[in-house]
């Protein structure tokens, strides 16, 4: 069973379209995170979720909105696509807890954007 | 902003060869992380360590942290083909938060 799922795992879009990406997570984690990794596999997180609530929330474009249906579910919006935005999006989960933050990856959902 | 910065970039080594690469942050930590990329897949949890330990191993890794330098190394001992994969440090900071922050990573070539 694959602990983080994410779909889909490759996105070719025009500018300007709004997309969607879905995260699910069987772990039993209360945590779940997105990250952007650009061309040079810089890795910036973007938006983090404990038990539904938004936790952490970088500096990112308002176009991108999270949404956490339940615990086990994070998925990512994407409105008016931009050049800029193609990267490759991670979702991971960990446990709650400071000392407790070692992140499981899904294997990422490669967006282009044309 | 960034914490951890790999050295170096990139390596290559023959299979057998020992691999080491290191990272520097610039505040405190509560712990530092290691994660293996390998291509097109998503990162990997190989090893924690925490602020107050020097020096912690893991079958072929061996990971050291030295607070006062605010650097870290992690050793691949007899390394294989199969540890071709990029190698992150992720660094978490001090009680009270959970974000992890991520260095740019160092590329390790095993040549077979």
């Known amino acids: 069973d694959t602990a983080v799922s994410q779909t889909p795992k490759y996105l070719v879009t025009q500018m300007g379209n709004d997309k969607s990406i879905k995260c699910e997570q069987n772990?039993?984690?209360?945590?779940m995170y997105w990250y952007k990794q650009d061309s040079k596999k810089f890795l910036k997180i973007m938006f983090s979720y404990n038990n539904k609530e938004l936790i952490i929330n970088e500096t990112v474009p308002n176009r991108f909105s999270p949404k956490s249906p339940d615990k086990a579910h994070l998925n990512l919006h994407i409105n008016s696509l931009e050049l800029g935005d193609s990267a490759v999006y991670f979702c991971a989960s960990s446990p709650w807890g400071a000392g407790a933050n070692v992140l499981t990856f899904g294997a990422g959902s490669r967006l282009t954007v044309l | 902003s960034q914490q951890g910065e790999e050295d170096p970039q990139a390596l290559s080594i023959q299979e057998g060869e020992n691999a080491t690469m290191n990272c520097s942050y610039k505040?405190?930590?509560?712990?530092l992380q290691w994660y293996r990329q390998n291509s097109g897949r998503g990162l990997v949890h190989l090893i924690l360590?925490?602020?107050?330990?020097r020096e912690k191993h893991s079958g072929r890794l061996r990971v050291t942290l030295d607070t006062s330098k605010k650097s870290s190394s992690l050793l691949i001992t007899a390394s294989r083909a199969a540890d071709t994969a990029s190698y992150f440090c992720a660094t978490s900071p001090g009680a009270g938060s959970y974000q992890l922050t991520f260095g740019k990573g160092t590329k390790l070539s095993v040549i077979p």
């Open positions: 505040t405190s930590i509560n712990n």
């Open positions: 360590i925490r602020s107050n330990e």
């Open positions: 772990l039993g984690h209360d945590t």
